[in-house]
């Protein structure tokens, strides 16, 4: 999400004249777009301001930003303790960026605006996206979930969504300039609903849109996901056959303190539906360790839940409390060192649940789009399956952005590897 505002100021300012440079010390804005969702990344923020505020020492004239969720949520704490910040912005004032900036030629105080909207979705405004092989489409912003451990609510506003016709006609201009892939995005992105039009409807149409190679969607939730979304994604062969899935925990108990709407039972079943409608789906999911009241019985239903669905993948977390949510204020906080055993318990099983699934993929051909040169070897091509498997194999005569047929030989770790079976269609 905060790529696709990235994009999205990027835009602004360059309607108003100024260009991006890959040089910090020549830059005249400075900003940062901010993340709350957990402590490690608001540490990150404070510390880049540190390295932003040397650069205007040298250089007095620099305007520096903060952008986003941490804009709004630590916004008093940026004024009293950051003087040197000339912008903070909320994700829903975007476009009020350029007047600040007007204004800021005149008036050195700190400009503020964390105003939440009911209606901002910047519908109209295209973001400026470097050339690519993926594209992100914001299709609805805000949450109403309100799980107990979550800023979101606070931070980014309740649901509204974006029309139809505004985001097909993003994704036809994102094709249009070569882009293979679409990714749809949202807080709940299953919970868009533009004047009673759920989200299948949408993504149905989107994916008769002439030329768009792959279609991918992220991040719902468990609650919105239905048998008519899933029988979308099987009616078209561009749906990417993936689907996060955030657990969060396998415990019933904490779950409900969670606030998360659904029980471990409706979950597997579920996740076993997911793969009855879409064989071989790949199914990652989401994982917080150590919540408020886990006891070592609620941790191991988790692992019972990842033991009979066994994700392909997991991010997964220590639970990191955030001012203004709920479960700051539990008093059944879990010791850090417990968190810290459980955490590499799920990840040991995790790693084996990957291994095993990978496992499948050996001697069968996947067709993968080739996204960028692999990491490791500049000879190889790196690319994922529909199902969202990173798989790495030589050049020989493929291009970027490519659709090839490969084999797969062997597996380690997340990723397979393999070599072209038959190049089946250039992007």
């Known amino acids: 999400m905060n790529v696709s505002d990235s994009e999205l100021v990027e835009s602004l300012l360059i309607k108003e004249g100024y260009q991006p440079t890959t040089n910090i010390n020549k830059a005249n804005l400075l900003f940062i777009n901010t993340c709350s969702i957990r402590e490690h990344a608001e540490d990150k923020v404070h510390s880049q301001l540190g390295r932003f505020n040397l650069l205007k020492r040298n250089n007095p004239g620099i305007i520096i930003g903060v952008l986003g969720c941490m804009a709004q949520s630590l916004k008093h704490d940026i004024l009293e303790n ?15 960026l350029p007047d600040l900036l007007k204004r800021h030629e005149f008036d050195n105080k700190s400009l503020v605006d964390t105003k939440l909207s009911k209606f901002e979705v910047y519908d109209n405004l295209f973001p400026n996206r470097k050339n690519g092989v993926n594209a992100w489409v914001t299709i609805m912003r805000g949450c109403d979930k309100f799980c ?17 016709d505004g985001i097909i006609n993003e994704v036809k201009s994102a094709v249009k300039n070569g882009f293979s892939e679409i990714t749809l995005l949202g807080q709940n992105v299953n919970s868009y609903n533009y004047e009673g039009l759920s989200f299948h409807v949408l993504l149905d149409k989107i994916a008769k849109i002439s030329g768009l190679v792959r279609l991918r969607y992220t991040s719902p939730h468990p609650q919105d996901i239905t048998i008519e979304l899933l029988k979308v994604m099987a009616e078209h062969d561009n749906i990417c056959n993936s689907i996060h899935l955030p657990l969060q925990s396998g415990s019933n108990k904490i779950l409900k303190r969670m606030n998360r709407t659904y029980t471990n039972t409706h979950f597997i079943n ?16 989401d994982i917080i360790v150590g919540f408020p009241g886990e006891s070592e019985a609620d941790f191991y239903e988790t692992l019972n839940v990842m033991e009979k669905v066994k994700f392909d993948s997991a991010y997964t977390f220590k639970y990191s409390p955030r001012k203004g949510t709920k479960a700051m204020g539990y008093d059944d906080q879990v ?19 990957t291994k095993q699934r990978n496992e499948n993929f050996i001697g069968k051909i996947e067709k993968v789009l080739i996204e960028k040169e692999s990491k490791r070897d500049e000879r190889k091509w790196s690319g994922r399956t529909d199902s969202n498997k990173w798989v790495v194999f ?21 990723t397979l590897f393999g070599e072209i079976y038959k190049k089946v269609k250039a992007a």
């Open 270 to 285: 579920l996740a076993k539906k997911i793969r009855q409608i879409l064989p071989n789906a790949g199914i990652s999911t």
């Open 148 to 164: 107990s451990f979550c800023i979101v609510p606070f931070t980014r506003g309740r649901e509204r969504s974006r029309s139809i």
């Open 335 to 353: 010791n850090e060192k417990i968190k810290q055993r459980r955490l590499e318990k799920l990840i040991s099983l995790q790693s084996l649940h």
């Open 394 to 414: 030589e050049k020989e005569d493929a291009k970027l952005k490519d659709i090839v047929e490969v084999y797969i030989k062997r597996t380690s770790g997340v």
């Open 82 to 96: 950051k003087p040197y910040v000339d912008i903070v912005l909320g994700p829903d004032s975007y476009r009020k």
